[in-house]
T-cell receptor
């Protein structure tokens, strides 16, 4: 079945450090890929998405590129802030399977000032 | 962006009772809504896909008779946890996607269910 694997956390960084959160996937169809973020005490919000190979999603300084050859969608940010502390979820959906989202386990990011 | 409202945000109930959780799409019509369960420090596990006007599609291992889903209108889906037990205690989250392909999913704030 379809699945998403994320690097385990928590990831602890100092402010202005470079961030990478790895995400790889397996899918039987052609998936769309997403990163969702969950800030403390809040619901999930879409951070960025990419719908086809080589697409780059970006938002709030975060970027991720859809790499079909390596089945990856790693999340990066050049300079993190304390306010980026949250749980980040990589996810995929395949239209042929009802467009439902399959999530990775989530990665806790803690940014220290 | 679109808003999905989930209610209640927290509920405590006694073992053996039933609890209903509501999920509403406030400014768009959602033909499909999704119900997830999130365990502490774990990911969201899809429980079922709720389709307006038809029966829900449950994921493997999810008890249909325990987790009753009703999607009576394009803006409302409900999840009823029947005869709740302490092991049903969890964080339940609903989601709705705007119509179309590869559209964004909007999530409710979640419901923390505690069964005592």
């Amino acid at each position: 079945g379809d699945s998403v694997t994320q690097m385990e956390g928590p990831v602890t960084l100092s402010e202005e450090a470079f961030l990478t959160i790895n995400c790889t996937y397996t899918a039987t169809g052609y998936p769309s890929l997403f990163w969702y973020v969950q800030y403390p005490g809040e619901g999930l919000q879409l951070l960025l998405k990419a719908t086809k190979a080589d697409d780059k999603g970006s938002n709030k300084g975060f970027e991720a590129t859809y790499r079909k050859e390596t089945t990856s969608f790693h999340l990066e940010k050049g300079s993190v802030q304390v306010s980026d502390s949250a749980v980040y979820f990589c996810a995929l959906s395949v239209l042929e399977y009802g467009n439902k989202l399959v999530f990775g386990a989530g990665t806790i990011l803690r940014v220290k000032s | 962006g679109a808003v999905v409202s989930q209610h209640p945000s927290r509920v405590i109930c006694k073992s053996g009772t039933s609890v209903k959780i509501e999920c509403r799409s406030l400014d768009f019509q959602a033909t499909t809504m999704f119900w997830y369960r999130q365990f502490p420090k774990q990911s969201l596990m899809l429980m079922a896909t709720s389709n307006e006007g038809s029966k829900a599609t449950y994921e493997q291992g999810v008890e249909k008779d325990k987790f009753l889903i009703n999607h009576a209108s394009l803006t409302l889906s409900t999840l009823t946890v029947t005869s709740a037990h302490p092991e049903d205690s969890s964080f339940y989250i609903c989601s709705a996607r705007t119509p179309g392909q590869n559209t964004e999913a909007f999530f409710g704030q979640g419901t923390r269910l505690t069964v005592v």
